[in-house]
């Protein structure tokens, strides 16, 4: 598991990147390995993500929970939510690349967007540490929220365009692989696994 001075080197060159500074590219391993390394972002986001479900779980019991959504099966079940919402979109970005024949870029953009979602599961994580600590600035946390998944598309759409080149539309189209499938597999997900207190 990579260390945190490794993680930090990671975000360094993520912040280049995001900045426009394609020389933030030299702060990854775009290898084969470095794929692999990327993954373990997951780990890193671990804490991140079980406070989410903390939250989600105190969601359920306010809003009267049944049986088989308590205990362990609902996190169980939050988990494989999280790593279907992780996965899936790269594994349809690995078709659209091999259809577009951008085969070389598959690997960048596993690594990149793989350490992007670690700042983005913590600052989801304090968002949500704030909507149980503050409940009375529910609307302002709504509005952060939103703020969240407004810089999660511009970042994404940032490092494609750092990826790909200058090309509008095919970035635009690869950011759209990259978020949407995300939103819809886990609105359905929530809903089929029963753990969805709405």
Same mark, same amino acid.
């Given at each position: 598991?990579?260390?945190?001075? !490794?993680? !930090?080197?990671?975000? &360094?060159?993520?912040?280049? =990147?995001?900045?426009?500074?394609?020389?933030?590219?030299?702060?990854?391993?775009?290898?084969?390995?470095?794929?692999? +390394?990327?993954?373990?972002?997951?780990? $890193?986001?671990?804490?991140?993500?079980?406070?989410? $479900? #903390?939250?989600?779980? +105190?969601?359920? /019991?306010?809003?009267?929970?049944? !049986? !088989?959504?308590?205990?362990?099966?609902?996190?169980? +079940? %939050?988990?494989?939510?999280?790593?279907?919402? $992780?996965?899936?979109?790269?594994? /349809? %970005?690995?078709?659209?690349?091999?259809? =577009?024949?951008?085969?070389?870029?598959?690997? @960048?953009?596993?690594?990149?967007?793989?350490? #992007?979602?670690?700042?983005? @599961?913590? &600052?989801? @994580?304090?968002?949500? @540490?704030?909507?149980?600590?503050?409940?009375?600035?529910?609307?302002?946390?709504?509005?952060? $929220? /939103?703020? *969240?998944?407004?810089?999660?598309?511009?970042?994404?759409?940032? =490092?494609?365009? &750092?990826?790909?080149?200058?090309?509008?539309? *095919?970035?635009? &189209? =690869?950011?759209?692989? %990259?978020?949407?499938?995300?939103?819809?597999?886990?609105?359905?997900?929530?809903?089929?696994?029963?753990?969805?207190?709405?």
């Amino acid at each position: 598991m990579p260390g945190f001075k !490794e993680v !930090e080197i990671y975000l &360094a060159g993520l912040w280049m =990147l995001l900045k426009g500074d394609t020389r933030g590219f030299l702060y990854f391993d775009i290898s084969e390995r470095g794929v692999n +390394r990327s993954f373990w972002s997951i780990g $890193w986001s671990m804490p991140a993500m079980i406070i989410s $479900w #903390l939250f989600w779980y +105190r969601t359920l /019991l306010i809003s009267g929970i049944s !049986e !088989e959504q308590s205990g362990g099966v609902f996190f169980l +079940r %939050m988990a494989m939510i999280d790593m279907a919402t $992780w996965i899936t979109p790269l594994i /349809l %970005m690995g078709v659209v690349c091999h259809i =577009l024949s951008l085969g070389g870029r598959f690997q @960048a953009i596993v690594v990149t967007t793989n350490w #992007l979602a670690l700042p983005v @599961a913590y &600052a989801n @994580a304090l968002l949500i @540490a704030l909507a149980v600590v503050f409940p009375m600035l529910g609307q302002v946390i709504v509005l952060l $929220w /939103l703020l *969240l998944l407004m810089g999660l598309a511009v970042s994404t759409f940032r =490092l494609m365009a &750092a990826i790909v080149g200058s090309q509008p539309l *095919l970035v635009t &189209a =690869l950011t759209m692989v %990259m978020l949407i499938p995300t939103t819809l597999l886990s609105e359905f997900l929530q809903g089929y696994l029963n753990v969805n207190p709405l």
